[in-house]
């Protein structure tokens, strides 16, 4: 399994950056995508996942207007890929962010449970730097 993250980079504070990820070598079609992202000094976060056509925000997330109004996940019309469109950056958004696949039922318990590194597959990772 193969995810290659792309997107990331300079943005300035108030700006907007779409990431996307594609995802080769899943033999099973069932499948979720997420998003995480990780600041230095600072422990992993997860943003949200689609799964089955439904968006699924991390509970730490969830009613923050903050986060969950700025960062929308999407899937593409490309096959195998899926986007995170980031609006009104901050600098405190600055951070690797990586896609993030598994099995959607095995997703789902780890993703509730917070055990987010037993998910299978992750991507290298790309850096979103806002800045002005």
């Known amino acids: 399994v193969q995810l290659v993250e792309s997107g990331g980079g300079l943005a300035q504070p108030g700006g907007s950056l779409r990431l996307s990820c594609t995802v080769s070598g899943f033999t099973n079609d069932d499948y979720a995508v997420g998003w995480f992202r990780q600041a230095s000094g600072k422990e992993r976060e997860g943003i949200a996942y689609?799964?089955?056509?439904?968006?699924?925000?991390?509970?730490?997330?969830k009613g923050r207007f903050d986060v969950q109004g700025r960062f929308t996940p999407s899937r593409s019309v490309v096959p195998n890929t899926v986007h995170l469109d980031m609006k009104s950056l901050k600098p405190e958004d600055t951070a690797v962010y990586y896609c993030v696949v598994d099995l959607v039922e095995r997703y789902r318990i780890l993703f509730a449970r917070g055990d987010f590194d037993l998910i299978a597959y992750w991507g290298q990772g790309t850096q979103v730097t806002v800045s002005s």
């Open positions: 689609i799964s089955r056509g439904s968006t699924y925000y991390a509970d730490a997330v």
